[in-house]
C-alpha cells in the first residue's frame, strides 16, 4: 500500500502484528486462568480427601489419588522452577513458550489422574446420587484437562516459525496423545448423551473408552517425558534450560518410573502406599539435593 506522499505505508504489518501480540497474551491469560485455577481447586480437594474420614468414597487412599497428589506438587515445583528463571516475565506474551510445559504438566500430572481418581472412586460408591457426581466430576475434569492441553499446543503451535512444527519424536507421540484425548472425550460424550441432547446418561461402562484413556494418557507421560528431557532452547523461551535440566533430573525420572510401575492393574494397598513414598522420595530429590 502506498500512502500520500507514495511511499509505502507500515501501518497494515504493525497492526498485524499487535493482533499478533494480543492473540498471544490471551492465549497466556487463559492457560495462566485455567492452571491456577485447576491447581486451587484440586489441591484443596485431595487434602480433603485424605484427611476426611466421614463418608466413603472421598476417604479412601486410592494409587490415582496419591497419583494426583504428586502430580499437584510437580506441577507446582515446575511453575515456581520457570517463574524464578523468567524475571517477572511469566505472564507476558513474551513467554508464551512458558506456557507448553506448564499446561501440559498441570494436564498430564494433576487433571488426568484427578479425573481417573473420580471414575475409580465411582466403583466404590453405594449411593446413586453420589455415584452420578463422581462420573460427573469425571467428566468435567476431563474436559479442563482437554482444554489444558489444548492451550498447551497452542503455546508451542504459535512459538515456532511455520515449517517447523511436528519434527520430533517429542511432538509426534503428543499429537497421537492430543488425538487419543480428543477422540475419548467426543466418544464418551455421544455414549452419555446417545446422540441427542436429553439428560445425560451417567452411569454407563465402556471398554473401549477405557482403553483410549488409558492410551492416551501412557502417550502423555511418554511426550512429557521426551519433552522435559530435552536440554537445548529454541531461543524464545525465558530460562528454560535450566528448567529443564531441573524437570529432567528431579520430576520427570522419578515421576515417570515411579507411574509406569504403579498407576497400572489393580493391585493391594500397599502398592498405593509405596507410591506415596516414591513421591517422597521424588520430593526429596528435587528440594533436599543441590543442582549441580
Given at each position: 500500500q502506498l500512502n500520500r506522499t507514495g511511499s509505502h505505508t507500515t501501518e497494515l504489518p504493525d497492526a498485524l502484528s499487535r493482533m499478533d501480540v494480543t492473540f498471544k497474551q490471551n492465549i497466556v491469560n487463559a492457560a495462566s486462568a485455567v492452571v491456577f485455577v485447576t491447581v486451587g481447586f484440586l489441591v484443596p480437594w485431595m487434602i480433603f480427601r485424605f484427611i476426611s474420614g466421614s463418608s466413603a468414597p472421598f476417604a479412601q487412599f486410592t494409587r490415582k489419588g496419591v497419583a494426583t497428589a504428586v502430580g499437584a506438587g510437580m506441577t507446582i515445583y515446575l511453575i515456581l522452577v520457570i517463574y524464578s528463571q523468567s524475571n517477572g516475565t511469566l505472564l507476558s506474551a513474551g513467554s508464551l513458550f512458558n506456557w507448553h510445559p506448564i499446561c501440559m504438566m498441570c494436564g498430564t500430572a494433576l487433571t488426568y489422574p484427578a479425573?481417573?481418581?473420580a471414575v475409580t472412586m465411582r466403583f466404590a460408591s453405594k449411593s446413586?446420587?453420589?455415584?452420578?457426581?463422581?462420573?460427573?466430576?469425571?467428566?468435567g475434569l476431563?474436559?479442563?484437562?482437554?482444554?489444558?492441553?489444548?492451550?498447551?499446543?497452542?503455546?508451542?503451535y504459535l512459538n515456532k516459525p511455520p515449517g517447523k512444527h511436528f519434527l520430533s519424536l517429542h511432538s509426534l507421540v503428543g499429537l497421537a496423545a492430543l488425538g487419543?484425548?480428543?477422540?475419548?472425550?467426543?466418544?464418551?460424550?455421544?455414549?452419555?448423551?446417545?446422540?441427542?441432547?436429553?439428560?445425560?446418561?451417567?452411569?454407563?461402562?465402556?471398554?473401549?473408552?477405557?482403553?483410549?484413556?488409558?492410551?492416551?494418557?501412557?502417550?502423555?507421560?511418554?511426550?512429557?517425558?521426551?519433552?522435559?528431557?530435552?536440554?537445548?532452547?529454541?531461543?524464545?523461551?525465558?530460562?528454560?534450560?535450566?528448567?529443564?535440566?531441573?524437570?529432567?533430573?528431579?520430576?520427570?525420572?522419578?515421576?515417570?518410573?515411579?507411574?509406569?510401575?504403579?498407576?497400572?492393574?489393580?493391585?493391594?494397598?500397599?502398592?498405593?502406599?509405596?507410591?506415596?513414598?516414591?513421591?517422597?522420595?521424588c520430593a526429596r530429590r528435587a528440594f533436599c539435593r543441590p543442582v549441580a
Open positions: 479425573a481417573f481418581d446413586p446420587s453420589e455415584r452420578q457426581f463422581l462420573v460427573a466430576a469425571h467428566a476431563q474436559l479442563v484437562a482437554a482444554f489444558t492441553l489444548a492451550l498447551g499446543f497452542a503455546a508451542i487419543c484425548g480428543a477422540l475419548n472425550v467426543a466418544s464418551g460424550s455421544l455414549k452419555s448423551f446417545n446422540g441427542g441432547l436429553a439428560w445425560p446418561r451417567l452411569l454407563w461402562s465402556d471398554k473401549n473408552h477405557r482403553f483410549i484413556g488409558k492410551l492416551s494418557f501412557a502417550l502423555l507421560v511418554v511426550a512429557t517425558a521426551l519433552g522435559l528431557a530435552l536440554q537445548q532452547g529454541d531461543g524464545a523461551s525465558v530460562g528454560m534450560g535450566r528448567a529443564r535440566g531441573l524437570a529432567h533430573h528431579r520430576v520427570a525420572l522419578p515421576w515417570r518410573n515411579m507411574v509406569l510401575r504403579r498407576f497400572g492393574p489393580r493391585r493391594r494397598l500397599w502398592n498405593a502406599r509405596g507410591l506415596g513414598r516414591g513421591g517422597l522420595l
